[in-house]
T-cell receptor, first 111, second 113 residues
Framework: SQQGEEDPQALSIQEGENATMNCSYK?????LQWYRQNSGRGLVHLIL?????REKHSGRLRVTLDTSKKSSSLLITASRAADTASYFC???????????FGKGTRLSVIA | DGGITQSPKYLFRKEGQNVTLSCEQN?????MYWYRQDPGQGLRLIYY???????QKGDIAEGYSVSREKKESFPLTVTSAQKNPTAFYLC????????????FGNGTRLTVT
């Protein structure tokens, strides 16, 4: 079962611009996580935001969570060509079941 | 260096043959997972194990089998009963089960012809 749904499916921007990706989910969550996947590689955990948090920062990443709208956004500021990857959100629904991943957003940053 | 090792990176098999994908971790994590990824798709959970000698089916377990005899190892067998086995398989681990962040291996791309 897929809980998170990322939007847009694909995003192409110029280097230096900001990139915003959104994730919507259906049921209540304990936390929401964002992951990055370079082509042909495994996923790498970026950031975790708990259900009682509204915003979190990590370097050039900013994540927001709106539990009333069941949505989250990932903002990458001042993007670089090396940020080109797919980005996935994953939700922790109960604390004792595995994370459920969305289908991802493919980000292309053009130099 | 701690991490998860999946081998091999590429695997080719004929239809009708069983094949086993290896996943080893030296992170001392209790929980391990197998996901399948198809082109342009998200990750779908095949099996997971939160403790040695115990595992649970995920969303798409049919045609797959696993074992967890050691904490470090969680091999996945793709059986001939799996109708569409060609895919990218990802193994992951986490310190505990549930919602803790996952550490992923770099995947095995399986092609069955």
């Amino acid at each position: 079962s897929q809980q998170g749904e990322e939007d847009p499916q694909a995003l192409s921007i110029q280097e230096g611009e900001n990139a915003t990706m959104n994730c919507s989910y259906k049921t209540s969550i304990n936390n929401l996580q964002w992951y990055r996947q370079n082509s042909g590689r495994g996923l790498v955990h970026l950031i975790l935001i708990r259900s009682n948090e509204r915003e979190k920062h990590s370097g050039r990443l900013r994540v927001t969570l709106d539990t009333s709208k069941k949505s989250s956004s990932l903002l990458i500021t001042a993007s670089r060509a090396a940020d080109t990857a797919s980005y996935f959100c994953a939700t922790d629904n109960s604390g004792n079941t595995p994370l459920v991943f969305g289908k991802g957003t493919r980000l292309s940053v053009i130099a | 260096d701690g991490g998860i090792t999946q081998s091999p990176k590429y695997l080719f098999r004929k239809e009708g043959q069983n094949v086993t994908l290896s996943c080893e971790q030296n992170l001392n994590h209790d929980a391990m997972y197998w996901y399948r990824q198809d082109p342009g798709q998200g990750l779908r959970l095949i099996y997971y194990s939160q403790i040695v000698n115990d595992f649970q089916k995920g969303d798409i377990a049919e045609g797959y089998s696993v074992s967890r005899e050691k904490k470090e190892s969680f091999p996945l067998t793709v059986t001939s009963a799996q109708k569409n086995p060609t895919a990218f398989y990802l193994c992951a681990s986490s310190p505990t089960g549930g919602g803790s962040p996952l550490h992923f291996g770099n995947g095995t791309r399986l092609t069955v012809t």
